[in-house]
């Protein structure tokens, strides 16, 4: 623990030379999965942005040891991209911590309402502990490898660094909520929960109950404890924001944002029925509610928020812009039907600006869960720039060289040129 500290005081004198400021008025274009050895080429074609995943598991695969072999391994990939003139984002590996972080400690992982534990990552909602591992780590590569390297640094929860709990559906449950581990579940004063969570309000409820204690439990109790479920999940998100901040680091933090989340009308309907899962149980469960949650972001200065679900296929026609009147919509009134044609991108960019938020980039779905067809590169520019999104990150680098249809370096270096 002393090294750790040591570590988070040297971090402070790491942050020199900024590399995150990016060129006034125009729009950055880069990809998921970079790959070093394309550099210099994808900068070639207007490509601007590579993303550096760092995965902890890798850094540091027993508590205080670090391998060097590892260490070099990033530190090549960020000189190779940087001497292409590349600006680098960090993924920090938040999402895949090493095996010591959660089966050595107890309360590490997240338990839903059955007692299964979720075994992708560890639980940063509800855990001190699971804080003070990945603030050392942290640390760890800002002294390292020097986080003013990045020009930005993304921010998440779940398994896949976005912000969300783990999935709904889990070891054959499905309306699984992520709240009733020892730490969120407990009330006294060692609860092992970060200190800006409160405690559970109805300890021991369960998603579905109409009683508790012996008496009918209200409708509006219920959303008092999902209020709370999803103010913790918030919270995990402003401690990142604030951890990174405590460093000295000054680029972009981009919070991702995955699909379009639950509605109002879900969440009206959800709770009048006791969170059954009746309605919207996968996203109601995973805390999607972005028309509640971005909101709960405390900091503006120099958070982006990025949906990840450009040209994902929503909205009617698909995969549609933003519209210069969205603003003027009441998308809380029961009747606000119009939400449910936008697009994914195109509703969470609205309750983004709503929130306050300046920035706000995008990336793209990713091939795999939705397929790419010929056009769908100049589909997405087109997202991006009706809804005045700062950046594109496109997923996958791989996919601009392996034949993926409407997804080749020409055709992005083309809607570069159109849209950049």
């Given at each position: 623990?002393?090294?750790?500290?040591?570590?988070?005081?040297?971090?402070?004198?790491?942050?020199?030379?900024?590399?995150?400021?990016?060129?006034?008025?125009?729009?950055?274009?880069g990809?998921?999965?970079?790959?070093?050895?394309?550099?210099v080429?994808?900068?070639?074609?207007g490509?601007?942005?590579?993303?550096?995943?760092?995965?902890?598991?890798?850094?540091?695969?027993?508590?205080?040891?670090?391998?060097?072999?590892?260490?070099?391994?990033?530190?090549?990939?960020?000189?190779?991209?940087?001497?292409?003139?590349?600006?680098?984002?960090?993924?920090?590996?938040?999402?895949?911590?090493?095996?010591?972080?959660?089966?050595?400690?107890?309360?590490?992982?997240?338990?839903?309402?059955?007692?299964?534990?979720?075994?992708?990552?560890?639980?940063?909602?509800?855990?001190?502990?699971?804080?003070?591992?990945?603030?050392?780590?942290?640390?760890?590569?800002?002294?390292?490898?020097?986080?003013?390297?990045?020009?930005?640094?993304?921010?998440?929860?779940?398994?896949?660094?976005?912000?969300?709990?783990?999935?709904?559906?889990?070891?054959?449950?499905?309306?699984?909520?992520?709240?009733?581990?020892?730490?969120?579940?407990?009330?006294?004063?060692?609860?092992?929960?970060?200190?800006?969570?409160?405690?559970?309000?109805?300890?021991?409820?369960?998603?579905?109950?109409?009683?508790?204690?012996?008496?009918?439990?209200?409708?509006?109790?219920?959303?008092?404890?999902?209020?709370?479920?999803?103010?913790?999940?918030?919270?995990?998100?402003?401690?990142?924001?604030?951890?990174?901040?405590?460093?000295?680091?000054?680029?972009?933090?981009?919070?991702?944002v995955?699909?379009?989340?639950?509605?109002?009308?879900?969440?009206?309907?959800?709770?009048?029925?006791?969170l059954?899962?009746?309605?919207?149980?996968?996203?109601?469960?995973?805390?999607?509610?972005?028309?509640?949650?971005?909101?709960?972001?405390?900091?503006?200065?120099?958070?982006?928020?990025?949906?990840?679900?450009?040209?994902?296929?929503?909205?009617?026609?698909?995969?549609?812009?933003?519209?210069?009147?969205?603003?003027?919509v009441?998308?809380?009134?029961?009747?606000?039907?119009?939400?449910?044609?936008?697009?994914?991108?195109?509703?969470?960019?609205?309750?983004?600006?709503?929130?306050?938020?300046?920035?706000?980039?995008?990336?793209s779905?990713?091939?795999?869960?939705?397929?790419?067809?010929?056009?769908?590169?100049?589909?997405?520019?087109?997202?991006?720039?009706?809804?005045?999104?700062?950046?594109?990150m496109?997923?996958?680098?791989?996919?601009?060289?392996?034949?993926?249809?409407?997804?080749?370096?020409?055709?992005?270096?083309?809607?570069?040129?159109?849209?950049?």
């Amino acid at each position: 623990m002393l090294c750790r500290i040591l570590v988070a005081a040297l971090l402070c004198l790491a942050a020199i030379g900024d590399l995150s400021a990016q060129p006034p008025n125009s729009r950055l274009f880069g990809t998921l999965q970079s790959d070093p050895s394309k550099a210099v080429t994808e900068h070639a074609a207007g490509i601007r942005v590579a993303s550096l995943p760092i995965y902890w598991d890798r850094y540091e695969p027993a508590e205080g040891v670090f391998d060097s072999a590892y260490i070099a391994s990033v530190k090549s990939e960020l000189a190779s991209f940087q001497a292409a003139g590349m600006l680098v984002e960090a993924s920090i590996g938040i999402e895949s911590p090493p095996s010591w972080v959660t089966d050595d400690q107890p309360g590490t992982r997240y338990t839903d309402q059955y007692g299964d534990q979720y075994t992708a990552t560890a639980d940063l909602v509800f855990s001190q502990v699971v804080r003070n591992d990945v603030q050392g780590f942290a640390a760890q590569v800002g002294h390292d490898i020097g986080l003013a390297n990045f020009w930005a640094i993304r921010i998440g929860v779940d398994s896949t660094g976005e912000y969300s709990y783990p999935p709904a559906s889990y070891n054959g449950h499905s309306n699984t909520y992520w709240a009733f581990g020892p730490n969120a579940q407990s009330s006294g004063p060692d609860s092992g929960r970060p200190p800006t969570i409160g405690a559970d309000p109805f300890p021991g409820w369960r998603p579905g109950q109409t009683q508790y204690d012996g008496r009918a439990f209200t409708t509006a109790e219920v959303g008092t404890w999902y209020s709370w479920y999803l103010a913790s999940l918030a919270d995990a998100v402003n401690w990142q924001i604030a951890t990174f901040r405590a460093t000295g680091y000054q680029g972009l933090l981009r919070v991702l944002v995955p699909g379009t989340g639950f509605y109002p009308d879900d969440y009206r309907s959800a709770v009048r029925r006791h969170l059954d899962g009746t309605t919207a149980p996968s996203l109601l469960a995973q805390g999607v509610g972005f028309f509640i949650t971005l909101g709960q972001i405390t900091d503006r200065d120099r958070v982006e928020i990025v949906p990840t679900s450009l040209v994902n296929g929503t909205g009617t026609p698909r995969n549609n812009g933003c519209g210069t009147l969205d603003g003027q919509v009441d998308i809380m009134a029961s009747a606000s039907h119009e939400i449910y044609t936008w697009s994914s991108v195109r509703w969470i960019t609205d309750i983004a600006r709503r929130d306050g938020f300046t920035l706000v980039g995008g990336e793209s779905a990713g091939n795999q869960i939705y397929p790419y067809y010929p056009g769908v590169m100049a589909d997405a520019a087109h997202q991006m720039a009706s809804c005045g999104l700062a950046d594109l990150m496109w997923a996958f680098d791989a996919d601009l060289y392996n034949g993926t249809s409407g997804s080749s370096l020409a055709d992005y270096a083309t809607a570069i040129t159109a849209y950049g």
